[in-house]
């Protein structure tokens, strides 16, 4: 590997420890992890989730976005309820599923919103007019899929099952490296992890870091939230962290 990769590191911005998954993936890959946890995952008010899950074979459906929505109702349901479809954005959350032993009845091939969105208009029949769909997500999920369901027909309950929030980060050391143009490339696995480093690092210096560094993001939804911000960034080739951390690799090699 060409050593000017070995020397930039990659900034990690979703929420995890030096051993986190993403960081494991690139290190596997030869490149450096430098930890920026932009975004935290801390525990909701799981009063209306408890409320949904007592009641949950009165759905027809439970959709999963991601893998912390999992760990919640996981959590509080350890085995698939009896008669309700499994939907799962994205292989890696479907993967958490099915080592869990549950069974994942839908995933889009495109790991988004809109993905889901599409998936359910192609399957849907006629036992599905006016269908019951359980969502838990994140205090900051966005309205896209539970509008797109309710727009098909279904009766749509999202429930908040984890909160996002800004992680405090060592604003100091993340602009010294910025001043010294040493990262490679910015990995970002949600648009919370775009809004919240640009809030820590102040819209200059973060407008700095990505005109040196390579934005890589995990999905369309992040990349529309940096575009929304004036970079254009690369989507990975899957929507897991691993793709992420692939798509990453072929990126510095391609600019080295």
């Known amino acids: 590997m060409n050593a000017d990769l070995q020397i930039k590191p990659v ?7 030096s051993d986190g998954p993403l960081s494991r993936e690139l290190r596997s890959l030869g490149l450096r992890a430098l930890l920026w946890p932009a975004v935290s995952v801390t525990t909701a008010d799981l009063g209306p989730l408890a409320a949904a899950l007592a009641a949950v ?18 959590e509080r349901l350890p085995a698939a309820p009896e008669g309700v479809r499994i939907a799962a954005v994205g292989q890696a959350t479907a993967q958490v599923l ?41 205090s900051r999920a966005l309205p896209t899929i539970a509008a797109g369901l309710t727009q098909l027909g279904a009766q749509v309950t ?51 870091l990505l005109s040196g560094a390579a934005a890589v993001a ?28 692939r798509t990453t690799l072929r990126l510095l090699q391609t600019r080295a």
């Open 98 to 138: 099915r080592q869990r032993g549950w069974p994942v009845d839908l995933v889009p091939h495109e790991a988004s919103a809109a993905g889901l969105i599409e998936a359910f208009a192609a399957q849907r029949s006629a036992r599905d007019a006016g269908v019951k769909i359980l969502y838990p997500a994140s």
């Open 57 to 74: 074979r009165s759905f027809g459906w439970i959709v999963f976005a991601s893998r912390h929505a999992v760990a919640a109702v996981l």
């Open 158 to 208: 999202q429930v908040e099952a984890y909160r996002t929030e800004g992680a405090t980060l060592d604003v100091a050391d993340c602009r010294a490296w910025i001043a010294r143009g040493a990262i490679g490339a910015v990995t970002f696995a949600s648009p919370s992890a775009v809004t919240e480093l640009a809030r820590a690092l102040g819209e200059q210096d973060f407008q700095r």
């Open 11 to 17: 900034v990690v911005t979703r929420a995890e420890s």
């Open 218 to 245: 995990i999905g369309r939804t992040t990349a529309r939230e940096l575009s929304a911000r004036g970079h254009t960034a690369v989507v990975a080739e899957s929507a897991t962290l691993q793709g992420l951390a």
